[in-house]
């Protein structure tokens, strides 16, 4: 059974970066595709972009490209978004997601990690 | 990018009660659906999938339905547990990228 497991909340000031983590246990990592996923308070869910550790190869939404970076580190099954440049409608709440696929389509987001908030204030 | 627009935006039902929700997608996105419940301050969990495929552990009362552009999530019986938001999303491969619903907050009458 995966589990993914995300680092603690981060306060930030505006203009600058944060590197939110996310630990995976209970499947094979390099062979799973790794998601993040956003949702500002009170607000909806917004993909970001993915990873797929085998292939070390990630893509992202149009809306966060130049601006993200995901990445993944197979030695200790942990998972990494970058978001830079920040601003205070980047508070939110920040979801790492794992893949679930039916052969080579991806059907869906199973499980979950608990989340992290970031907070942009100056 | 595809678009999914979902509603109502709020429904408010009876314990027992059958609850539908309709998702409808900017372009044909086959059965490339998922539905998804998340309760306050906790993470979204997935329910469907496919369209209509039930998540391992889920409730019965729990389904999905439709193609194409137009989708259908029923709770069969509403139960005072199923309190939530509840979220499609579109899973097409190409192009690629995921989008979501802006969701429908069930609650109890």
């Known amino acids: 059974q995966v589990q993914l497991v995300q680092s603690g909340a981060e306060v930030k000031r505006p203009g600058s970066s944060v590197k939110v983590s996310c630990k995976a246990s209970?499947?094979?990592?390099?062979?799973?595709?790794i998601s993040w996923v956003r949702q500002a308070p009170g607000q909806g869910l917004e993909w970001m972009g993915r990873i797929t550790p085998m292939l070390g190869v990630a893509n992202y939404a149009q809306t966060f490209q130049g601006r993200v970076t995901i990445t993944a580190d197979k030695s200790t099954t942990t998972a990494y978004m970058e978001l830079s440049s920040l601003r205070s409608e980047d508070t939110a709440v920040y979801y790492c997601?794992?893949?679930?696929?039916?052969?080579?389509?991806?059907?869906?987001?199973?499980?979950w990690g608990q989340g992290t908030l970031v907070t942009v204030s100056s | 990018d595809i678009q999914m627009t979902q509603s109502p935006s709020s429904v408010s039902a009876s314990v027992g009660q059958r609850v539908t929700i309709t998702c409808r997608a900017s372009q044909d996105i086959s059965r490339w659906l998922a539905w998804y419940q998340q309760k306050p301050g906790k993470a979204p969990k997935l329910l469907i999938y496919?369209?209509?495929s039930l998540q391992s552990g889920v409730p019965s009362r729990f389904s999905g339905g439709g193609s194409g552009t137009d989708f259908t999530f029923t709770i069969s019986s509403l139960q005072p547990e199923d309190i939530g938001t509840y979220y499609c999303q579109q899973a097409t491969n190409f192009p690629p990228g995921v989008t979501f619903g802006g969701g429908t907050k069930v609650e109890i009458k």
């Open positions: 997601a794992r893949d679930v696929v039916q052969g080579v389509i991806f059907v869906g987001f199973d499980p």
């Open positions: 209970g499947g094979t990592f390099s062979t799973e595709t």
């Open positions: 496919a369209a209509s």
